[in-house]
């Protein structure tokens, strides 16, 4: 296994422990429901990500901690198993800076603790980028796999073109 194949892994085990944390514990969508109303992931949010949290999120909280749930869920199982990378890795770009918007934009400190510039949320979203371009990353997938049996889908799954050479 290469190393962008890895991260790709990774990446999924990251999204992998953050659904089973979610839904092995049955008050989830209740605690995310009390968080919201206290004003939790609103009032670090920046004043243009605070009207979507309080237009879109709040008025539908406990659906949205679901969709987090399964969510999160999903990529994980997706980029683990590498199908459908692509899709997934966009998945996981979106979620985790909206997860980062809502607890506030990176920024400096004073090197004493928070706050920090390269939190873990932009970290996934950035290795998501990489996993997303590289082809590499699609390697000993199930996307590979598919790419080999229908050759006209490899440029979707794979970023590779049929019957072209393997960059590693």
């Known amino acids: 296994m290469n190393g962008m194949a890895v991260v790709r892994v990774l990446i999924g085990a990251v999204w992998l422990n953050g659904a089973l944390e979610k839904l092995l514990s049955p008050s989830f969508p209740q605690q995310f429901v009390v968080s919201l109303d206290a004003g939790g992931f609103i009032s ?3 004043p243009w990500f605070q009207g979507f949290m309080q237009s879109i999120v709040v008025p539908n909280a406990e659906v949205v901690a679901q969709l987090a749930r399964f969510g999160e ?5 997706t ?5 459908l990378t692509n899709p997934a890795a966009l998945g996981s770009i979106f979620w985790s800076l909206a997860i980062m918007f809502s607890q506030g934009l ?3 400190g004073t090197g004493l603790g928070s706050p920090e510039f390269l939190n873990m949320n932009l970290l996934v979203a950035l290795l998501s980028l990489i996993v997303l371009l590289s082809p590499a990353a699609k ?7 598919l790419a080999r049996s229908r050759p006209g889908l490899a440029p979707l799954l794979t970023n590779r073109r049929p019957g072209g050479r393997r960059r590693t």
């Open 139 to 145: 390697s000993l997938s199930l996307d590979a796999s």
């Open 44 to 46: 670090t949010a920046p």
């Open 73 to 77: 869920l999903l990529l994980g199982l």
């Open 106 to 108: 990176p920024r400096f």
């Open 79 to 83: 980029l683990l198993l590498g199908l």
